[in-house]
């Protein structure tokens, strides 16, 4: 099978399903990931959402599911770089990563006076959701790999795939709808991500409780979205 079944049964089913359910569930292994979307049991193969999930080469089937990190000496993409990684693989595994990586290269705290609450140049929860939610709304049937570009005054991230469904330029970012809900439902149940919808919000309130800017978002396009995050 082309998909991590230890992935999906050791990281993802607790998650999914309850202590008493998954004791007594004596179903083939497809039957369980049929019944969480994860397997096409009439074509007798994995859906795309579990190739991206737990995919043993994501990457092979679905050669955008990557991002691509860059931290630039300058601001603009004209300035030398002095760093770049890409994180690849199943998507469980790569949200933990990029999640770890947050924590120790971006999250920095601003010096203070002794005795006020610490402060950073981003707010870790803004930086989770924004790169979350590039991860979850995405179009996948792009090649290219969503952009996450650190600058010496900004982060800015941008994803193929615009709005979608019911969110309009003129509702956004009150109205919300999903491209991949399969992939928006497993982030809930990983802990990613919560299921209200409310992710853009909750990250500008973190960036302006922190002291940055309000972000400001690029979503015109219909193929393409984009958010850029200010220093502190």
């Not at 992935?7 to 999914?16: E, M």
């Not at 359910?21 to 179903?27: C, K, Q, V």
């Not at 991206?52 to 080469?57: A, H, R, S, V, Y």
């Not at 300058?74 to 002095?82: C, I, K, M, T, Y």
Request: proline share 4%.
């Amino acid at each position: 099978m082309d998909i991590n079944l230890e992935i999906f049964k050791l990281s993802y089913l607790p998650t999914a399903i309850d202590e008493e359910t998954l004791a007594l569930n004596g179903r083939e292994i497809t039957e369980q990931l049929a019944s969480l979307k994860f397997y096409d049991l009439k074509a007798n193969c994995p859906t795309n959402a579990a190739i991206l999930l737990f995919g043993k080469n994501s990457s092979f089937f679905i050669p955008g599911a990557a991002v691509q990190y860059v931290r630039f000496t300058g601001n603009d993409g004209a300035s030398d770089f002095e760093y770049e990684h890409r994180f690849e693989g199943d998507l469980t595994t790569q949200m933990r990563v990029i999640e770890d990586f947050i924590k120790s290269q971006l999250v920095k705290k601003v010096l203070h006076n002794i005795g006020e609450e610490h402060q950073y140049v981003y707010p870790l929860s803004a930086l989770k959701e924004l790169i979350y939610n590039a991860i979850i709304r995405r179009d996948y049937q792009s090649n290219a790999a969503i952009k996450f570009y650190e600058f010496n005054d900004r982060i800015e991230i941008s994803n193929a795939g615009g709005l979608y469904g019911k969110a309009r330029p003129e509702n956004f970012p009150q109205e919300n709808d999903y491209r991949n809900p399969t992939i928006a439902e497993a982030a809930y149940n990983l802990g990613y991500v919560n299921r209200f919808n409310l992710g853009i919000q909750r990250a500008t309130m973190a960036l302006i409780k922190n002291g940055n800017p309000e972000p400001e978002f690029n979503f015109k396009s219909p193929n393409s979205f984009s958010v850029k995050i200010f220093k502190k």
